[in-house]
């Protein structure tokens, strides 16, 4: 607020979270809750939680894991994304692939709505 007022640029808001907790310590319910805030904030155009697995993401020859997550990022985009147990895909040439196009991805402008 003191930033608008002084006619400054306003800091951006980088809507990437991260919910870590033991099994069934409320973390999608947290991000429902998110989504659902971000949308009503007009931050997200839908909301919705797309919820994931490591395994979703995986290929079995080269490029096809890099595929399958420009899919999915499509697929989540103005929503919500989840990847449960995502520490499986710091495992292994296709995980890292993985790991790559999503921060990649996401990464872009602040406004971005996906």
């Known amino acids: 607020y003191k930033r608008e007022t002084a006619g400054e640029e306003p800091n951006p808001v980088l809507l990437n979270r991260l919910f870590l907790g033991n099994p069934g310590t409320g973390k999608t319910t947290c991000a429902e809750i998110y989504g659902r805030m971000l949308k009503h904030l007009g931050c997200l155009s839908d909301g919705a939680v797309v919820l994931k697995t490591a395994g979703d993401f995986g290929g079995s020859v ?20 989840v990847i449960d147990e995502a520490y499986a895909l710091d495992d292994g040439v296709y995980g890292k692939q993985v790991l790559n196009t999503i921060v990649e991805k996401v990464s872009g402008s602040a406004h971005d709505d996906g």
């Open 62 to 81: 080269v490029g096809e894991a890099q595929k399958t997550a420009l899919a999915i990022l499509a697929g989540a985009q103005g929503k919500v994304l």
